[in-house]
């Protein structure tokens, strides 16, 4: 297993060193090989040499790795986020990661999120018209395409069943955003049809946010636009406790190589103090070793986190761990299973 690591910048470099040695742990505990290769994209280098994802990054990426870990972009020097965007969808649109990943384990049962990663009001499509400092119309185009839309519920939808699933809904907003809305619909209730063990069902965007919130165990698996996705998903780790706990996982459903993010980003409010949350970080180690079909280190990790999180946690989640600290009970935890 060779994995691609990007710390990134301000957390994301202090929760990827601390969450490593839990993969060293988890590794030598279930005797896999696992290699990791770090690569310096961030704010540093941009700032430095004005290159964010360098040139043939993703064939190098395609062609020597299983899975890319990245901590988090951001840098309050690069207010426009620049180097985070080259980088992030870089990758996203480079490698065809267009299913994006996130469980949302709650209290009510877990919520398996799918949100689409690569295309709608993200794909870059867009101008302005009138002076560039101070335009009179500014446009960014919603666009999907039914080959991209349709690989993302195909794989969804399966993951949802595989899942052990009943339930899914579609969030959409398709009274509104008329075009994009029915091709969504078309192809949802087109690829449903595939899956007979599954219930589903769909929901104005608006809507859902509001049950999400007062009776999140209303809903299974679901499946989302990219924009209503992204937002729907900081809402999911508000009810978990915290943006520390979310991970995610971007995939493309036509190759092995995925890549592993927590949902948070760089915090620079507290990036230095040691004590920021490896949780999430962690859990997205999990994810990888789930995706690369070896189960039970995943499991085993995922167990290490629910012990430490019961004995202790960081200041994010009302504890009074550092980094390090939280990470110690992790490693004991899956030293001790
Ligand atoms: P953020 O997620 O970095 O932080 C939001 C709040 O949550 C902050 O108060 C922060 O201290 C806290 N927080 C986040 N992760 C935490 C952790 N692991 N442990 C403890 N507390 C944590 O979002 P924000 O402040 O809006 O963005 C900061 C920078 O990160 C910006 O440049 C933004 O563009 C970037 N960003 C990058 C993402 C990525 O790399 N995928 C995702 C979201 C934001």
């Known amino acids: 297993m060779r994995i691609a690591v990007i ?8 929760v990827v060193a601390a969450a490593l040695p839990a993969l060293d742990l988890v590794a030598e505990i279930f005797d896999l090989d696992a290699t990791v290769e770090q690569f310096d994209w961030g704010a540093d280098r941009w700032l430095r040499t004005g290159v964010g994802l360098p040139e043939g990054a993703v064939a190098q990426l395609r062609a020597e790795f299983d899975a890319v870990l990245l901590g988090a972009l951001g840098d309050p020097r690069i207010p426009d986020m620049a180097h985070g965007r080259d980088i992030l969808l870089g ?6 990661l267009c299913v994006n990943h996130r469980p949302l384990p709650l209290a009510t049962g877990t919520i398996e999120l799918f949100r689409e990663n690569t295309q709608g009001l993200y ?4 101008g302005t018209v009138g002076p560039p400092d101070r335009p009179t119309v500014a446009i960014d185009e919603c666009v999907y395409t039914r080959d991209t839309v349709q690989r993302f519920l195909r794989y969804s939808l399966g993951r949802i ?3 052990g699933q009943r339930r899914v809904t579609l969030v959409h907003k398709a009274n509104a955003v ?20 599954l219930d589903g069902t769909d929901e104005y965007v608006d809507a859902f946010c509001y049950h999400l919130v007062r009776d999140p165990g209303r809903y299974q698996g679901v499946v989302a636009p990219n924009l209503f996705g992204d937002i729907i998903s900081d809402i999911g780790a508000a ?21 592993f993010e927590p949902v948070h980003g760089s915090a620079p409010d507290i990036a230095g103090t040691g004590v920021a949350n490896p949780y999430a970080t962690v859990l997205c180690l999990a994810l990888m070793l789930d995706h690369l079909g070896h189960r039970a280190p995943a499991d085993a990790l995922r167990a290490a986190l629910a012990a430490a999180r019961a004995e202790g946690g960081t200041p994010d ?3 009074h761990d550092t980094t390090s600290g939280f990470m110690t009970r992790v490693l004991a935890a899956l030293r001790h299973q």
């Open 123 to 126: 794909a870059g499509v867009g």
């Open 317 to 319: 989640v009302g504890g």
């Open 239 to 259: 009810l978990l406790g915290g943006l520390g706990l979310a991970a995610s996982a971007s995939i493309c459903p036509q190759a092995r190589l995925a890549l």
């Open 7 to 14: 710390p990134g910048d301000g957390i994301g470099q202090e």
């Open 161 to 163: 069943r595989d899942a």
């Open 178 to 197: 008329p075009h994009t809305g029915r091709l969504w619909r078309e192809l949802y209730a087109a690829e449903l049809a595939a899956f007979p063990e």
């Open 91 to 96: 990758l996203r649109r480079g490698l065809d």
